[in-house]
């Protein structure tokens, strides 16, 4: 009898990891669209801003910023539109934990 709700358990634990590398990978994936401007990894050469490693709350001030049109921008302004809040939350969090 124990052996099934086990069974039920492990599933379940296994597709909560499955979910959780699909969607790290998604956020990987959008970062790299960053790249060109910011630098693999977000270490940008001299003249762009670097992304790696700066606090979470001030990346999302800026990408919100961007996206409502607070702050002006000729290209950023236009990407930022095209995600989410939650995805924006997500690159966030995703820049500020690379080193710098």
């Known amino acids: 009898m124990h052996i099934v709700p086990k069974f039920v358990l492990s599933l379940t634990l296994a597709g909560?990891?499955?979910?959780?590398?699909a969607d790290a990978?998604?956020?990987?994936?959008?970062?790299a669209s960053c790249a060109g401007c910011h630098g693999t990894n977000g270490v940008a050469q001299p003249g762009m801003e670097s992304l790696a490693g700066k606090p979470k709350d001030d990346l999302l001030t800026k990408m919100q910023d961007f996206k409502s049109g607070k702050k002006p921008a000729t290209l950023m302004n236009q990407l930022a539109k095209g995600y989410s809040d939650e995805q924006i939350v997500q690159l966030a969090i995703y820049f500020s934990a690379l080193k710098k």
């Open 16 to 21: 909560s990891c499955l979910a959780a590398q």
């Open 25 to 31: 990978l998604q956020i990987r994936s959008m970062a």
